[in-house]
């Protein structure tokens, strides 16, 4: 029998992490290709406008049908599902040659990828014991913010070897090459039911609430990073296409890395200083990116601007171990469930903070559009400083400690 490198659980968060990775990248890969697709088509900016929505009307309008699915049918068998039609839906993208086609293979891709995060929890809350559960979590959405270090770079170089339409075949295929891996992966039993059993629970209590509004508001944060960065620093600070470049994805290097960072100071010092506390601890973090954000319009020089943002981004890092694991530690028998619930209220951020900060932006400057960022995070640290888990404490899982 051949020694294993590492736990059987590893391998699971590793696929989910995997899988995560290639949905923001089959995601990102009509950013890439947009000026191609534009100049093809004669299409004008407000036209592909409607393209780009249409993904996040699918992505949103099935994360609860998904996560109950999920909880109902197993989340090894709703992924694989859900991979396989984005996957298909992304190499599909290339063939329609109208608007309306290319935005309905758009919405489509986004319903297959509106069960990710209700899958990845799902699966989490039968493999790993509580004392993990920032560790496990805080990887597998941290693909979010590695996946742009990925998908930038190998886009273009396929964009400029191959054309646009290759972009979205070989980002396809990728999903195809880890359904086999996925499928290999045995299913452990659904975790025991915990106190907080029903939805009218979940929903009446205000733990829920507060973690609900501080996903919104770190989504607000990441959403304005990903719409309005690359503008602000070509326009406001007068980068070149190049440094553009380099100035908008370096920050994210440091979310994936302080992602990971903060999850595993949470669960080391959980168990020295409560858990509850040490997550409101872990906040602190947080509030200095908001005052790192705040802070970007008001320096002088490009580079530090840059240097703020991946302070920002960095520090920004801090809350997501904390709001990702949330349904596992509130309701580990319907983790799956309720993150789809909150993952679909925190991306109403998507569709909120593009359009507010552009408006405030030309209304007010860009000085009161960041500062607008920061007032949506403080808000989010307050509401979870409030009540954030008071109400309903850290339940405990199925221990898979030998998974």
């Not at 696929?15 to 995560?20: D, E, G, K, P, Y």
């Not at 319903?111 to 559960?133: D, Q």
């Not at 996946?147 to 400029?160: K, Q, T, V």
């Not at 100071?265 to 020295?272: E, F, H, L, S």
């Amino acid at each position: 029998m051949v020694a294993r490198l590492w736990p059987r659980r590893v391998d699971a968060a590793l696929l989910c992490f995997a899988a995560n990775v290639i949905a923001h990248c089959d995601r990102i890969s009509l950013s890439v290709a947009v000026p191609a697709i534009m100049a093809e088509y004669q299409w004008d900016t407000a036209q592909m406008g409607w393209v780009l929505s249409a993904f996040f009307t699918g992505y949103t309008l099935l994360m609860i049908p998904a996560g109950l699915a999920a909880q109902h049918f197993g989340p090894r068998r709703v992924f694989a599902t859900c991979l396989a039609w984005w996957s298909l839906f992304t190499m599909l993208t290339p063939l329609p040659r109208s608007l309306a086609g290319l935005a309905a293979m758009r919405f489509s891709l986004g319903m297959g990828e509106s069960g990710t995060a209700a899958c990845i929890n799902g699966t989490l809350a039968r493999w790993f014991p509580p004392s993990e559960y920032a560790r496990a979590a805080g990887l597998c959405w941290s693909a979010g913010y590695a996946a742009p270090m990925i998908a930038f770079p190998f886009a273009s170089w396929i964009l400029h070897q191959f054309g646009w339409r290759a972009i979205f075949l070989g980002f396809g295929l990728l999903g195809l090459l880890w359904l086999p891996l996925w499928w290999r992966l045995e299913e452990p039993p659904a975790p025991p039911e915990t106190v907080a059993s029903s939805w009218g629970d979940l929903l009446r209590a205000p733990a829920v609430w507060a973690v609900f509004l501080l996903h919104f508001s770190s989504n607000w944060f990441l959403y304005v990073m990903i719409s309005w960065l690359p503008t602000y620093l070509t326009l406001e600070r007068k980068f070149s296409l190049p440094g553009m470049a380099a100035g908008a994805a370096v920050p994210f290097f440091f979310a994936w890395v302080g992602t990971n960072a903060f999850a595993w100071a949470i669960d080391r010092y959980a168990p020295r200083w409560g858990a509850a506390k040490a997550r409101k601890l872990f906040l602190l973090p947080y509030a200095l990116a908001a005052a790192s954000i705040f802070a970007v319009p008001r320096v002088e020089t490009a580079t530090a601007a840059v240097i703020l943002l991946c302070t920002a981004m960095g520090l920004l890092a801090s809350a997501t171990p904390i709001f990702s694991s949330a349904s596992l530690r509130l309701a580990p028998s319907r983790a799956a469930s309720l993150a789809g619930a909150q993952n679909a209220f925190a991306n109403l951020a998507g569709i909120i903070a593009p359009a507010a900060v552009g408006y405030v932006a030309k209304a007010s400057g860009w000085p009161a559009a960041f500062a607008l960022t920061a007032g949506i995070c403080l808000a989010g640290i307050i509401a979870y400083l409030a009540v954030g888990e008071s109400a309903m404490g850290s339940m405990q899982s199925s221990p898979a400690l030998d998974l």
